[in-house]
């Protein structure tokens, strides 16, 4: 049974260069749910992320677009209420964006984020930080 069902996957591959990818939506049948609140959460999560003078690369913008962290999230969440997939949506976006702003620094500007992240999540009104960070993790 269990060789049937690697023999069936690899069928299925698409080959691609030098390794083949397995077609798993074809072999898994299931149907697709998306939340409700999805394009709405997409422009909303969207005009958070970017508001205000902060953003130096132009192109960021069309990275959000291709990325889209709501469908992300309206595909994890389908039966979520309004306000629990916005703040998926939030935070997958923040959660990318701390990734890729670490990727390029070293170890002492990273733990700098670090310690910016974790004190704003322990004391939000009483620590207070200027940076982009500091903001978004704020609000």
Not at 19 to 44: A, C, H, M, T, W
Not at 67 to 83: G, I, Q, R
Request: glycine content about 4%.
């Amino acid at each position: 049974m269990v060789m049937d069902s690697a023999l069936a996957l690899r069928a299925t591959s698409v080959v691609t260069g030098s390794f083949s990818i397995p077609d798993l939506p074809s072999y898994f049948k299931y149907s697709l749910r998306k939340n409700s609140y999805e394009r709405q959460v997409l422009f909303e999560t969207k005009g958070w992320f970017f508001q205000g003078d902060f953003f130096v690369k132009p192109r960021a913008s069309d990275s959000y677009d291709r990325d889209n962290f709501a469908f992300l999230a309206s595909t994890c969440y389908p039966e979520a209420d309004y306000l629990r997939i916005r703040a998926c949506s939030d935070f997958l976006i923040l959660l990318f964006h701390l990734d890729d702003i670490t990727d390029d620094m070293d170890t002492t500007d990273t733990d700098s984020v670090a310690e910016i992240v974790m004190n704003t999540l322990r004391d939000p009104y009483g620590y207070d930080s200027p940076t982009r960070v500091g903001v978004l993790i704020k609000e």
